[in-house]
């Protein structure tokens, strides 16, 4: 038996993102609901969100968004021999987003396969590519975080009418002799997975608001610290804190406890909402288009969601 050739570790060559073309705001919302945007923004910190038409798919952002990162990298499609797509928001069970966006994208014969850890889903899909690329079954991958909100929400529940929204983010994953992708901590607490549900294929996603900001709000920065010790850096060594964009005091207070006082905060959710397994990539990439952060750098990315599931890891910004 022939022996893979193994690299030392991955790293992320290049992001790419999507969002849908309308924009909601929170006045918007208060023409339907019991709300207004002085309530909204004081709770979760949104000012608007996206949402895709009832004709644009999960696939349909994630091949977008895809496509973005695999120009942004210089790879041609011959060069992608593995897709993963995180998401929790598919139309239907069958056939798999990963299959259907590397076809749509060119890529011949990859292997395909979709995973749902919601919105660690892309840490999740991260850690594996990188774990392939180093173990010789990959050598370039593409990861997808995508999520189409919009068709699982009640529109008139303003617990999560008002948080949640639709796009795409995308991480091109390559060898490199020096690791650019830290190893991943991650976890679940099933014990609470009713905070965050969704009943059946006829029903509308549910969500324990208080449940859950008091166990993002105590858990998870020892999670976060945790990663940034595996990968052995110091927290004031950051340049970028990007966490799962689930509320803007969740953040804020992870961010506090972690004492990354040098990095910057991601805080897309003030303009994109809440978008799940595509919140990630989705705010590191607009970072990147809008200077916020530099190429060498380091950023922690921290996951985490219904399950309840969590993931972080440390990672060099392409």
Known sequence: MKVPDIAPGGRILAFGH????????????????????????????????RVAPHGESVEDMATIAGGKALAASGLSPEDVDLVIVATCTLETQIPNASAV????????????FDVNAACAGFCYALATASAAVQGGSARHVLVIGAEKLSQWVDWTDRSTAVIFADGAGAAVVGPSEIPGIGPVVWGSAGDKSDAIHIKDRGDFLHQEGQTVFRWATTTLHPVAL??????????????????????????????????????VIARDIVNAGNTSAASIPLAL????????VRSGGLALMLGFGAGLTYAGQVIEIP
């Open 18 to 49: 999507y969002q849908p073309a309308q924009v909601v705001t929170n006045d918007d919302l208060a023409k339907t609901m019991d709300t207004n945007d002085e309530w909204i923004q004081s709770r979760v910190g949104i000012k608007e969100r």
């Open 285 to 292: 990439s607009r970072m990147l288009e809008r200077g916020e």
């Open 226 to 263: 945790e990663a940034c010790n595996r990968a052995g850096v110091d927290p004031s060594e950051l340049a970028a804190f990007v966490p799962h964009q689930a509320n803007l005091r969740i953040i804020e207070a992870i961010a506090r406890k972690l004492g990354a006082d040098n990095a």
């Open 101 to 112: 966006v590397a076809h749509r994208l060119g890529i011949q014969a990859p292997g395909a």
